[in-house]
């Protein structure tokens, strides 16, 4: 299915190309509030044109500079529609056919604007265009062609004066003998009641009726002959399946579905019929662009070959040069941790100093091959002819030599969709789900409501931190240091290696699983925990506001910039922390100090705490993605925490879930989707944020029009007083007196700040900077911090394959030390947070343990306000284990 937008006085034109005589058009459309005309025509002549889903013309502007015949102006490539032929005996027959109460009664319409223009154009009518009342149901109809050649189906609103229509549609070819069986409802088309999840958290089931067409389109409305509400492309999704719980998941990568059939037999019915349409048939879809080498063809000089090999051989000397540096900073650490506890130095004295000689000496070979690179790929770029735009290449400090993102890769495949997606049906048995997942994501027979009303208690405010609140944060002592601006290697590990795991995990939650190391990033959980204080000026200026509506507005706009710098992700899962795994970050250009750890390993939960001048903040969130076929889910569940200095306000909100969609097929993006609400606890004002799903875009491609945020804020009476529009990925404005035509921005999204970022897991800068050891933390670090994860750290290396071998071995000394633990009766506790009461937490959120009642009042785990003082001190706890 796709969605445009067809606006006022434009006519929409899908292409599709029937190679064969007697194959049949097939199709089917829904217009939202607002009717839509509709035809189909034939354009002269049998010679394919590159398939496309946007051809717009304007009806009022002139054609004749825009010929049909001229695909480069009206043709846009790419696979955004689904071109399918089949053999099939010729069949002289020619019909068109659609449903009943298609066109609309009342006054006749004045003959189409669009259809006096196609036929200028010198295409030939086949349905006259009509007026179809598709805004109260849903236009199907089919065409049998008498000739091959091109068709175009013609979605007309040239009679609207100002009103745009949104137009949900799909189009299918299917041979003579599926088109003689449609009227006969075949075994594996058929409709009923299901259960549907809603998308928004904590919403429970609804009851939808739900049909699957001929076609292999399933789609949905709120009863039989409502308008439908939505639809999936079954031969393309991946259906996993649990008969135990009655649960079906369609996920068609850029759409997830999670149904519950309403009895076993019901259940054996739907799959037995999603198994039937899946059975046969063959499909092709193919794209050319062009190839990498015919890119480079104006680069094959000598002279410009000799320069590139020796610019390569250089950096191989560099790396070389790194790594050994890096190997001697090991063993220098470890005979410094021995020179602390050996009373005779003297042997030790003379291995550091000749230690520190090698060093230097690396030091050098470090600098020598560093300013060779530099000249060696200076010269490539001042020799580089005047094409150099079509390169591949960026260069240092001239990114207008390269391509942008989307032409740097070029694509040659060739898939059959029916036979791949016939392996992409998952049985029960590899999709067990745990008994976690089924109490807080698919349980219940019926539709249920929950309750998310604040909770009325007065209370006193918990204590958050074993801080003096009148203490005064200084960071400027620390001082502050050079951070690097890209990581020691480029992106390394296969990413498509690891879907065969994948789908042998669908629908279970990733981080209890052990994943091979080509689908990390090299960043842990804690780490990302501390990227959500990327944008914290925001926060600092909320704090000098004294309307309580504009710092609630601008406490919203920290919550939702958040997601800013997951927009260059490449669909990589951070690494999963250790027990008592702790990471540290003090950044005294942005005014805060932040700590974060593992405090529960079965569900995983991390505790955050930051402090800063003008602020307060804290989280303590279960972690979880799940991959569902085709596209990933990432979850985060937990209460975010914000308290600003001089005000007495206390600020709650939670995070909706993010999706990387088009994981197995088509060009990857991350996509958020759901519902964030925002509360001010001790004024009563909340806000809501609406993260809206993508549209648009076609079947493997990015939606054309995503990543949109509305905000909508509430005064303590519940009545609108203002609204924040915009994108997550790029600025929010301020709607002035609710007016959508006056905007004031108040916040823009910073760009990457590294060059070539694509290469580097999509990390912006602040990520980058974010795993590396500095002089602030230089010697300070305790032995559980992060950045001493030798996984990790070889993995930012580019060394994948040691790494690998590190990452299972630390993961099994952890499970022998949990075992340690169990066998001696040892109780695991995070060191730097502790279980207190909370009443803004659900009572579900930290489970009770065993034979234990559940508990009347949430809980958390808070900051115990002891960590900053050891650090200062260095007196680190005796007990603290070695992790590594």
């Not at 299917?174 to 088309?189: E, Y």
């Not at 850029?254 to 019901?266: G, I, S």
């Not at 648009?696 to 939606?703: M, S």
Request: aromatic share 8%.
């Amino acid at each position: 299915m796709e969605v445009v937008q067809v606006q006022p006085r434009d006519s929409y034109l899908h292409y599709i190309y029937v190679p064969t005589k007697g194959t049949a058009i097939r199709w089917s459309f829904t217009t939202k509030r607002n009717n839509i005309s509709f035809g189909v025509y034939r354009r002269r002549g049998q010679a394919p044109l590159p398939s496309s889903s946007e051809i717009i013309f304007r009806a009022q502007q002139q054609l004749q500079q825009r010929q049909l015949s001229a695909p480069p102006g009206e043709l846009l490539s790419g696979n955004k529609n689904n071109n399918i032929s089949r053999q099939h005996p010729d069949d002289d027959e020619s019909e068109y056919s659609i449903g009943s109460g298609t066109t609309s009664s009342g006054r006749p319409r004045a003959k189409s604007v669009a259809s006096t223009k196609l036929k200028e154009q010198g295409l030939d009518e086949i349905i006259p265009i009509q007026h179809m009342n598709s805004s109260s149901t849903k236009i199907e109809g089919t065409h049998v062609v008498d000739e091959p050649g091109n068709y175009v189906l013609v979605f007309d609103n040239t009679f609207s004066r100002n009103k745009a229509k949104t137009l949900t549609f799909s189009v299918a070819l299917v041979d003579s003998n599926v088109k003689a069986k449609l009227s006969a409802k075949p075994n594996h088309d058929m409709s009923g009641w299901l259960l549907k999840k809603k998308r928004k958290k904590m919403q429970g089931w609804a009851k939808r009726w739900f049909q699957l067409s001929p076609s292999g389109v399933l789609s949905y409305s709120t009863s039989p002959n409502s308008v439908t509400r939505g639809s999936i492309q079954i031969m393309l999704a991946t259906i996993s399946s649990n008969p135990d719980q009655r649960l079906i998941h369609i996920d068609s990568g850029t759409m997830l579905y999670h149904l519950k059939t309403l009895t076993t037999d019901d259940h054996d019915k739907w799959t037995a019929a999603f198994r039937a349409y899946r059975s046969g048939g063959n499909i092709e879809i193919q794209t050319d662009l062009p190839t990498a080498a015919s890119m480079m063809e104006d680069f094959n000089s000598p002279n410009q070959q000799d320069n590139v090999e020796k610019g390569v051989k250089s950096a191989t000397a560099l790396r070389n040069s790194v790594i050994r540096l890096g190997d001697n900073i090991v063993v220098l650490r470890a005979l410094l941790d021995q020179l602390s506890h050996v009373p005779q130095v003297k042997d030790l004295s003379q291995k550091i100093s000749a230690l520190n000689q090698q060093l230097e000496k690396d030091q050098k070979a470090i600098q020598i091959n560093a300013e060779d690179q530099q000249k060696r790929w200076t010269a490539f770029r001042n020799s580089a002819p005047a094409g150099a735009s079509t390169v591949s290449l960026v260069l240092p400090g001239d990114s207008e030599h390269g391509l942008d993102g989307s032409n740097r890769e070029s694509i040659h495949r060739t898939m059959s969709a029916r036979s791949s997606v016939s392996e992409q049906f998952f049985d029960a048995e590899d999709i067990i789900l745990s008994g976690g997942d089924d109490d807080g994501s698919f349980g219940g027979e019926e539709e249920m409501e929950v309750n998310n009303e604040d909770s009325s208690d007065d209370d006193d405010e918990p204590e958050v931190n074993g801080n003096d609140e009148n203490e005064t944060l200084e960071l400027s002592i620390a001082g502050d240091c050079v951070r690097r601006n890209r990581l020691p290697s480029h992106a390394v590990g296969d990413v498509g290696s690891a879907l065969s795991v994948f789908r042998k995990n669908v629908g279970k939650d990733l981080s209890t699983i052990s994943m091979p190391i080509s689908m990390n990033e090299p960043l842990n959980m804690l780490q990302r925990a501390c990227e959500d204080l990327e944008y914290c000026q925001v926060l600092d200026k909320a704090a000098t506001l004294s309307d309580s509506m504009e710092r609630l507005m601008h406490v919203a706009i920290f919550a939702v910039s958040s997601f800013a710098s997951t927009q260059y992700r490449t669909g990589r899962k951070p690494f999963n922390p250790m027990m008592n795994e702790t990471y540290e970050n003090i950044r005294p250009d942005k005014g805060f100090r932040f700590i974060a750890e593992k405090v529960s390993h079965n569900p995983l939960i991390i505790a955050a705490h930051a402090e800063a001048k003008a602020y307060k903040y804290w989280q303590c969130t279960k972690i979880k993605s799940k991959f569902w076929g085709k596209s990933m889910e990432f979850m985060t569940e937990g209460v975010y925490n914000v308290t600003l200095t001089g005000h007495e306000d206390h600020y709650t909100y939670n995070k909706p879930s993010s999706w990387m969609r088009n994981m197995i097929a088509g060009e990857k993006y991350l996509e958020t989707a759901g519902e964030m609400q925002i509360t001010n606890h001790t004024t009563g004002e909340y806000a809501t944020v609406a993260f809206k799903e993508g549209t648009g875009g076609g079947l493997f491609g990015v939606p054309s029009n995503r990543n949109d945020v509305i905000a909508t804020f509430y005064d303590s009476k519940g009545k609108k007083c203002r609204r924040i529009v915009g994108k997550w990925s790029d600025k929010l404005s301020e709607e002035i007196d609710m007016n959508k035509r006056k905007l004031a921005v108040l916040w823009n999204a910073n760009p990457p700040g590294i060059e070539d970022y694509t290469k580097y897991y999509g990390f912006t800068r602040y990520c980058v900077e974010l795993n590396e050891i500095t002089d602030l933390e230089r010697d300070k670090l305790p032995v559980t911090d992060t950045r001493y994860r030798p996984d990790q750290r070889l993995y930012e290396n580019g060394l994948a394959d040691e790494a690998d071998e590190e990452k299972q071995r630390i993961e099994q000394k952890q499970r022998d030390r949990r075992k340690e633990f169990e066998q001696k009766g040892v109780v695991w506790k995070p060191r730097w947070f502790t279980l207190e009461d909370d009443k803004y937490s659900d009572p579900l959120f930290i489970p009770p343990a065993e034979g234990q009642e559940p508990h009347n009042t949430g809980q958390s785990f808070q900051y115990t306000g002891q960590y900053w003082q050891a650090r200062e001190t260095g007196q680190w706890p005796n007990d603290i284990f070695e992790l590594w």
